[in-house]
């Protein structure tokens, strides 16, 4: 879903996060520009908040754990080559059908009203100006692998293998505990980030934004066995048009590999 907005890049992103905060919590907030300035580049403005109301996330994350590799929410507000400033966030139905969930599902109603009422509070505009691809064909895209420890100890493994690669942990999000009124089985989320990695991305197309940092999700099953997984980095390149012969994709394909088996217990 995307949105024109009537104010600054940095403007919008206030707005977001204020809205954010009037509902749930403020989980990270990336400015990609400011990112690729320290690397020696220049990007146009763009930055990603994470963010939400638990209460919207958590009855897709019921309805399939795997949901939870594209939540909490991100708004992606970015300044385009002629200056327009847009917001960008992905649907309930983008997200649902990742999963394997039916569009059809009332699990996806909190998450559609409240990222629309947070895009349009942040904009200042009161519908979209695109919605994006048609989810019939969205694909399934999650890499994923089972693991020999608990969810927290295979995020702590995630955490410990970003920090041996000198690649900072961005945020971790508990979306059990954070889930509060609703029961839910142990489900955590974890942002890396790299920012070779984020400014060859973005800089060849600032929307590659909304699926950056990298992120990593584990989650126990209703039978207790506990799954570790990553997006894969060439699905999400192709939603963006980004080259498949981009060089920087062989390395994040083995980068996001090499972090999932250290999680599992496959791999160092």
Avoid: C
Wanted: net charge negative; glycine share 6%; hydrophobic share 45%.
């Amino acid at each position: 879903m995307v949105y024109a907005s009537n104010y600054s890049v940095s403007d919008t992103v206030s707005r977001v996060q204020r809205a954010l905060e009037t509902v749930g919590t403020v989980a990270a907030t990336v400015d990609f520009e400011k990112l690729a300035q320290g690397t020696g580049k220049t990007i146009r403005p763009t930055t990603v908040v994470i963010g939400g109301n638990p209460k919207a996330a958590s009855p897709l994350i019921t309805a399939d754990q795997r949901a939870a590799i594209d939540l909490p929410q991100k708004y992606l507000v970015w300044q385009a080559a002629n200056g327009t400033v847009f917001l960008a966030y992905n649907s309930a139905e983008y997200i649902a059908a990742l999963a394997g969930i039916p569009v059809s599902s009332d699990a996806l109603d909190g998450l559609r009203a409240g990222s629309a009422s947070t895009a349009s509070d942040a904009t200042g505009s009161s519908a979209a100006a695109a919605e994006g691809t048609d989810v019939s064909t969205a694909p399934r895209y999650l890499v994923e692998k089972t693991s020999d420890a608990s969810v927290a100890a295979s995020i702590a493994r995630y955490e410990a293998a970003f920090a041996a690669k000198n690649q900072p942990t961005v945020a971790t999000v508990d979306l059990a505990s954070a889930a509060a009124e609703t029961p839910l089985r142990p489900t955590m989320v974890t942002y890396v980030g790299n920012p070779a990695v984020s400014t060859a991305l973005v800089g060849a197309q600032q929307t590659m934004g909304i699926d950056l940092p990298a992120r990593y999700v584990a989650w126990q099953d209703s039978e207790g066995i506990v799954h570790v997984a990553h997006p894969d980095i060439r699905v999400l390149a192709a939603r963006h048009s980004i080259s498949p012969t981009n060089p920087v994709l062989d390395m994040v394909e083995a980068a996001t590999t090499g972090f999932t088996d250290a999680a599992s217990g496959s791999g160092s």
